[in-house]
Antibody, heavy 118, light 106 residues
């Protein structure tokens, strides 16, 4: 069974960089799938951030594209999210997810809350 | 692509038939998924390709539609179904979600 687990700081200061890692078990990130990030501000809906294919090709939400980087670490079977120049508006629960080659989301991580505050 | 859902919330009883509507601002063929989110939990994938059930999802859930208009139906609401439901289009980047429909107990 595929499992995904987010990890990273729960508190980030404004203007700094948010960094999260998703550790995958039960499936190789080198396999023919997409690996993505989705966020949910407290009490609000879901926002797709972006995804990376096993080849390294990335797709980002244009609203965040200038600040986002998603990368793969095949040696650790992980993928990561970096979001630069954060503000309070970036406070959210961040989920990592696995999608198949048809971009259908099949698995979700449990989510991790990241607060942006000084 | 903008996704809208109606209603934004509804109250229902155990055993009720519930229908939620999702509309896309432009045609997306059948590239539509539905998710269930219980309070404090991660979303759970229910349906993909508008009408195909994810593995392990009870058959009381069904989906239909194509183009711009889609529905999620729960044929007989169970206590564990009280949650918020989101639709998502995955036809055109950036993939977008609907605002959600909260189903609570009448």
């Amino acid at each position: 069974q595929v499992q995904l687990q987010e990890s990273g700081p729960g508190l980030v200061k404004p203007s700094e960089t948010l960094s999260l890692t998703c550790t995958v078990s039960g499936y190789s990130v080198s396999s023919d799938h997409y690996w993505g990030w989705i966020r949910q501000p407290p009490g609000k809906g879901l926002e797709w951030i972006g995804s990376i294919f096993h080849t390294g090709s990335t797709f980002y939400n244009p609203s965040l594209e200038s600040r986002v980087t998603i990368s793969l670490d095949t040696s650790k079977n992980q993928f990561s999210l970096r979001l630069n120049s954060v503000t309070a508006a970036d406070t959210a629960v961040y989920y990592c997810a696995r999608a198949d080659t048809a971009m259908i989301i099949r698995s979700w991580g449990q989510g991790t809350l990241v607060s942006v505050s000084s | 692509i903008q996704m809208t859902q109606s209603p934004s919330s509804l109250s229902a009883s155990v055993g009720d038939r519930v229908t939620i509507t999702c509309r896309a601002s432009q045609a997306i063929s059948n590239y539509l998924a539905w998710f269930q989110q219980r309070p404090g939990k991660a979303p759970k994938s229910l349906i993909y390709a508008a009408s195909s059930l994810q593995s392990g999802v009870p058959s009381r859930f069904s989906g239909s539609g194509s183009g711009t208009d889609f529905t999620l139906t729960i044929s007989s609401l169970q206590p564990e179904d009280f949650a918020t439901y989101y639709c998502q289009q995955y036809n055109i980047h950036p993939f977008t979600f609907g605002p959600g429909t909260k189903v609570d107990i009448k």
